[in-house]
C-alpha cells in the first residue's frame, strides 16, 4: 500500500517515490518467475488528476526458473515500465461508470495498492517460453540428453515394432 495523501486531490501536484519491496507470492510464470520475498526496486510517479492519481513507474526485479526446451536454470534481471489511474472512492461523487466499475483501480481511502498493477506488468513482460540461449536445442526426444553438451549426439534408427520380426530372419541368414 502507497500514502497518496501528500498529493492532496490537488490536479497537478506530483510526488516522485522510490522503494524496495519484498516480492509477492507467484509473481511470474510458471517456468519464470520473481522469487517469492526477494527485492523489487520501484521507481514511481505519482501524479493527481481530476479523477484520482496517475500512478507511472518502473519496476526491476531479479527472475528465476528455467528454460523451456532444456530445463536448465535460468537467472535474468526484468524491467518493465506500467502506468495506470487509481480513481477516487468517492461513494456521493456523482460518477457512474457502470459495466467498467470492474476493470477500474480504486483508491481505498488515500491509499494505492501497487501489487495487481506490478503482478499485470510483471508477468505480461515475461517471455511466455523462456530460453537459456536463443538457439537452445533443447533435450534429445528418445534418451533426455542435453543436445547443446553433446551437439553430435545420435541414436540408432527406431526400427517399427510391426517390422521387428524382420530384423531376425536377417540375423539368422548371416
Known amino acids: 500500500m502507497l500514502d497518496t495523501r501528500e498529493l492532496g ?4 501536484s506530483m510526488r516522485e517515490v522510490s522503494r524496495d519491496v519484498p ?8 517456468v519464470l518467475r520473481v522469487p517469492e520475498g526477494s527485492p523489487v526496486s ?13 500512478v507511472t513507474g518502473t519496476a526491476l526485479a531479479e527472475l528465476e526458473g528455467e528454460c ?7 537467472s535474468e534481471e526484468l524491467e518493465t515500465r506500467f502506468q495506470e489511474l487509481f480513481v477516487y472512492d468517492d461513494e456521493g461523487a456523482g460518477h457512474d461508470l457502470g459495466d467498467e466499475d470492474d476493470d477500474v483501480s480504486r483508491l481505498e481511502g488515500d491509499l494505492l495498492d501497487l501489487e495487481p498493477l506490478l503482478r ?11 530460453l537459456c540461449e536463443d538457439d537452445c536445442q533443447g533435450l534429445c526426444t ?3 540428453a542435453r543436445l547443446a553438451d553433446d551437439p553430435d549426439h545420435t541414436h540408432e534408427a527406431v526400427i517399427d515394432p510391426r517390422w521387428a520380426r524382420l530384423t531376425t530372419l536377417k540375423q539368422d541368414e548371416d
Open 23 to 30: 516480492a509477492p507470492v507467484d509473481l511470474g510464470i510458471e
Open 120 to 130: 499485470d506488468a510483471v508477468v505480461l513482460s515475461l517471455p511466455f517460453q523462456p
Open 68 to 74: 523451456a526446451r532444456c530445463l536448465e536454470p535460468i
Open 9 to 12: 486531490r490537488r490536479p497537478g
Open 42 to 54: 520501484l521507481d514511481l510517479r505519482l501524479e493527481a488528476v481530476m479523477e484520482g492519481v496517475l
Open 142 to 144: 528418445t534418451c533426455g
